[in-house]
Nanobody, 121 residues
């Protein structure tokens, strides 16, 4: 079982900050890379940031310098600190995790239910 639960979304004005958190609960799986994605209405889901088990990060160009992804391997959590928010950051933000089944070794990507972030001008 792999369960991901996001929290921290909300409504902020442009220039403000939010911190998103994702807590993973797993049974018979080991979590590898984790990340954040977002999707605006009528648009494709896009990558925001990812972080490997070793802490290597990757960011979309649109959020570089403003967002920071981090993780706590002991707690199986991943966070996204979002600063200098812009209206174009408005979207549903999804937590994702690559998880490997301990017995069979199969790896799949699992998704949280999403949390709404709305940035007003």
């Amino acid at each position: 079982q792999v369960r991901l639960v996001e929290s921290g979304g909300g409504f902020v004005q442009a220039g403000g900050s939010l911190r998103l958190s994702c807590a993973a609960s797993v049974t018979f799986f080991s979590i590898n890379a984790m990340g954040w994605y977002r999707q605006a209405p009528g648009k494709q889901r896009e990558l925001v940031a990812t972080i490997t088990l070793g802490g290597t990060t990757n960011y979309a160009d649109s959020v570089k310098g403003r967002f920071t992804i981090s993780r706590d391997n002991a707690k199986n959590t991943v966070s996204l600190q979002m600063n200098s928010l812009k209206p174009e950051d408005t979207a549903v933000y999804y937590c994702a995790a690559d998880a490997t089944y301990r017995s069979g070794g199969a790896t799949n990507t699992y998704w949280g239910q999403g949390t709404q972030v709305t940035v007003s001008s």
